[in-house]
């Protein structure tokens, strides 16, 4: 039994530190301190802060992105950085092979004559069916050792603009600076080594300690038998919640246990809502399969939001007012132990406050679920959701 000072102790320790600590024991991942973060929205936002970052970078470029489509922003980030490969500036490039598959071939050329390294993951010619499911969903893009960006946004037109109609989708993106930054571009060479020859990184990482001095953790999730660091994450963090929880994700397909916590935390009084795709999905199947557990959570407590406007591919969480997460991972089977997934969670009333008031400003173009309503949906939605079940583990 702990000594009655060492119960005083931990009851002294304010929220943050105590948040700050157990997240770290959960997930086996440490805070650095020294950063700053800029939240960025929407294609709008988010493409010129990185390609301002690809122009300014003098010592080395490292780009990691699941989707590389088509359209005028792919085109730019092409030429911005073949440019600066001409220039002599080390650039590395790092495709998934499935989720870049419709990229113009061109621009890998253009890419790779001007002097980029650009390297494919996991081939999906191969025999090896089980490499090729699981894929790379991390969006990481470390400019010199000053700054680096990671989030839910792809490089094709479907995100520029912002979020103004369906053509635009909806999206949140992070601009990061300080020494986690080091924990970003490690995520980058964990899965460019894979994808070629591996090396040793022989240059220092030095980037400089941030006057805001904010406490992140970088998760960086692999692919694995079981649940990956992405699924202890997430349900640490629902977990953590006392008083309030906000949800965003693209993909809401959860398993039972993240269900369970839901539920948990909305029976020990946590204000739980979650935000969705509304009629604006990329992916209906996902979204079927994710409906089984709608009617549950609904009469548990939790409030739930479909977003109406266009398609939200945002990866958002805010826990309690005071820690905010933004990253590449869904709510979903594939996140949680098929995709290679890199997030952010930083200790910040700040940005959990502003994450809030997003959360709130999408909601207004929202419709929620009604529990009575739900119920009553007709025979032929009940059997797609049955049929979506059969392939639930790769939605």
Not at 106 to 124: E, H, I, N, S, Y
Request: negative net charge; proline residues 3%.
């Amino acid at each position: 039994m702990p000594a009655r000072d060492d119960l005083a102790g931990q009851r002294s320790i304010s929220e943050q530190d105590r948040s700050r600590l157990l997240l770290e024991q959960s997930i086996g991942h440490h805070f650095t301190d020294g950063n700053s973060i800029k939240i960025l929205q929407n294609g709008v936002q988010i493409f010129p802060a990185m390609l301002e970052a690809i122009d300014r970078a003098s010592q080395r470029i490292d780009f990691a992105t699941f989707v590389y489509w088509t359209g005028n922003i792919a085109e730019r980030f092409a030429e911005a950085l073949a440019k600066k490969a001409r220039s002599g500036v080390p650039v590395r490039v790092l495709l998934d092979s499935f989720g870049s598959k419709k990229m113009d071939r061109a621009l890998v050329k253009d890419m790779q004559v001007a002097g980029a390294d650009v390297r494919w993951f996991r081939p999906l010619a191969t025999w090896r069916i089980w490499r090729s499911d699981k894929r790379t969903h991390r969006k990481l893009l470390i400019c010199d050792d000053d700054v680096a960006f990671t989030g839910g946004v792809g490089i094709a037109e479907e995100w520029e603009g912002d979020a103004r109609n369906p053509q635009e989708w909806r999206d949140t993106h992070l601009a990061l600076r300080g020494p986690a930054v080091t924990g970003l571009r490690a995520a980058f060479l964990d899965n460019w080594n894979e994808a070629g020859d591996w090396h040793f990184e022989k240059q220092v990482a030095e980037p400089h300690r941030q006057e805001a001095n904010l406490s992140v953790l970088v998760v960086r999730a692999s692919a694995t038998i079981g649940w990956t660091d992405t699924a202890a994450m997430l349900r640490s963090l629902v977990s953590l919640s006392a008083r309030r929880l906000r949800i965003v994700t693209a993909y809401f397909n959860p398993d039972d246990k993240l269900v369970d916590l839901l539920m948990s935390a909305a029976e020990r009084g946590v204000d739980v809502q979650i935000l969705v795709p509304g009629k604006y999905c990329d992916s209906r199947l996902s979204q079927l399969a994710g409906h089984q557990h709608i009617e549950r959570l609904l009469e548990g407590g939790v409030r739930l939001w479909r977003y109406q406007k266009t398609m939200l591919h945002a990866k958002v969480m805010t826990v309690d007012s005071h820690v905010a997460f933004v990253g590449s991972a869904n709510f979903n089977y594939r996140s949680m132990g098929k995709d290679e997934e890199c997030s952010v969670i930083a200790i910040s009333s700040e940005l959990a406050e502003e994450l809030d008031e997003s959360f709130l400003k999408d909601c207004e173009v929202a419709e929620p679920y009604d529990l009575q309503d739900w119920r009553s949906r007709g025979a032929l939605l009940r059997m797609q959701e049955r049929c979506s079940r059969l392939i639930i583990e790769q939605l």
